[in-house]
Each structure stands twice: as C-alpha cells, then as structure tokens.
C-alpha cells in the first residue's frame, strides 16, 4: 500500500499531478498499534504534533507505538507560512496536561518520549513552566526514559529557558527551520540570531543537556545557505540536526519550491559531519522527532 496520502494533503497531490518522485512514494507495513496509540491519546484528551501538523510520517510513527505531544493545546499565536497548526487565541493551560501526559507515554511504553507545544506568546513566560510541569511528571512516572522537548523561542526570554533545563530534560531541541533569507517569508514572527541565541544560551546554562536543532529544505534555499546555517549552528554548540523535506500540508501554507533528491541529502549529511555535528540524520521523510529515539542512541 502507498504511504501517499501520508506524504501530503489531496490538494497538494493535485497541485504535483505526476510531479511526486519515486523516492517519496514508499509502502506502510501496519503492525496494528495505530489504533491502540489513537486510544491512548483520545482518552488522555491529548493532542500530537503528527496529526495537527499533519506529519507525513504519522502512520509509520503511530505503527511503531509512538507519537510525539503536542501540549498548551493545538491553537498557535503565531502563524508561520510552512505550519497548518491552527492559529488563534488558545485556551489557558491545562495544569492536569503534565500528568495526563506521563500517564499516556506510559501505557504506550514509551523509553523516548518527544513532547513539543504550540508557541504561547500570550503566556507571561512563552509556556516555559508548562514544559516543565510536563518533563518532571515523565521523570517521575518513567524514570528510565528520554525526555526530549522541542521548544519555542520564548521570545528570547533567558529565564524561560532555564525554568525548562531546570525539569532535567535529556534533549532539548529548538528548530531554526529555514535559512535567514527566507525567515521574513517563513517564520515572519520568529528571529534567526534570537534562535541561534536560545540554543548557544542552553549550552551555557546546562551543558549536560544535549541540544539539537533542525531545518526544512525545498522551500528555496540554496546548498550554500543551508552550510552556513549548520556552521552556525555547530557554533552555538548544538550536537543533533535533523534536515529533512518541507512538504505543504494544504494550499494554504508556503508552496514547495523543489524536491530535494536523496543524493543531495546525502551531500548536506556529509557536510554536516564535516562540520563535527554527533549526529546528522538527513533525508526526504526526516523530521525533527522522527524516529528521535533512534537518532539519539550512541550518546
């Protein structure tokens, strides 16, 4: 069975008529865990960044027996051109989400845990103290698993950051999405130096917690750009980078500008390497807590 209808929205499979290549066509082995983890997640009334982004790898994550959180509700205060996250004024958080969360990753069996949020920038500390509600519940429930999170900007906001290291997070990941150019088009709301910032100041503030980061390509950049955002990056003492395939999720959201081939995926892992990253994982289905568990082993 294709995993084509996993790739992109039906709109977007009519905007590429015949224009998907073959590396991006793949078969989905269903092991019946998708809906047990749609159970889980449905009775812990959570949400995942996999069905509300939309995620292409959904299926195969949710065959596997895992999925990644997505707390502070599924209603964003920004609204970045690449992301169909709902955009709005969201609900105050839930101060039984931390719990619920730990509960559901345990009946899951999960030893990788990935949770990430919407960005709250109505929040006095952009939600900074709800990622650690969330990180100590795990640490307390599965004691033996990784936490990694996946971070917002927090506006900058230094003291939103440690709250969150303070929780003993095992990774901490913060995605500079895309090259500078393209931020004004991208991530209107965000700042490349703000991002590169929070990264560098985590690895000051803690530096047993590994930080890991990601971008999108196929949105315009070119291979120059994309070096220099890893070299700049690696600067900020970033260890993980995941770069993978920027796909629509509906005509409402920035148009793809090309499909990278797996060859040049493999000529920005090399580079990656070169540039002394631990891990680099690059290819057309890569995201940036995909398959999280796997790309973190060996450290």
């Not at 969330?134 to 906001?157: H, M, T, Y």
């Not at 590169?196 to 890991?212: F, G």
């Not at 070096?227 to 793809?256: A, H, M, N, W």
Request: charged residues 25%; contains cysteine; hydrophobic residues 35%.
């Amino acid at each position: 069975m294709s995993d084509l209808s996993a790739i992109s929205s039906d709109e977007e499979k009519k905007e590429y008529p015949g224009r998907f290549p073959k590396w991006l066509k793949r078969p989905v082995a269903f092991s019946g865990k998708q809906n047990s983890v749609e159970h889980h997640l449905k009775s812990a009334g959570l949400h995942t960044v996999c069905s509300e982004a939309k995620c292409p790898n959904r299926s195969e994550c949710y065959n596997k027996g895992t999925a990644t959180f997505l707390i502070m509700g599924n209603v964003c205060t920004r609204n970045c051109s690449f992301c169909s996250v709902n955009h709005g004024s969201p609900l105050p958080p839930d101060p039984s989400e931390g719990m619920r969360v730990a509960e559901a990753a345990a009946k899951m069996g999960l030893k990788h845990v990935v949770i990430t949020s919407v960005t709250r920038d109505d929040l006095v500390d952009g939600g900074a103290s709800c990622f650690a509600q969330v990180v100590q519940a795990i640490n307390c429930k599965l004691p033996g698993a990784v936490v990694e999170i996946l971070i917002p900007d927090f506006k900058g906001n230094k003291d939103s950051l440690t709250t969150v290291l303070q929780s003993s997070p095992g990774i901490l990941n913060h995605n500079i999405e895309t090259v500078p150019r393209l931020y004004a088009s991208i991530r209107p709301e965000a700042d490349y130096n703000r991002s590169l910032d929070l990264l560098k100041a985590a690895s000051q503030i803690n530096p047993d917690v590994r930080t890991k980061s990601g971008i999108m390509v196929g949105l315009g950049e070119t291979e120059a750009e994309v070096r220099g955002v890893l070299e700049d990056l690696f600067e900020t003492g970033c260890t993980i980078i995941t770069i993978g395939q920027y796909l629509r999720p509906s005509k409402r959201q920035f148009p793809v500008r090309e499909f990278v081939s797996p060859d040049q995926f493999a000529v920005y892992e090399q580079i990656g390497r070169e540039i002394g990253f631990k891990q680099v994982f690059a290819g057309p289905y890569v995201r940036s807590s995909y398959r999280a568990e796997e790309i973190c082993k060996g450290f």
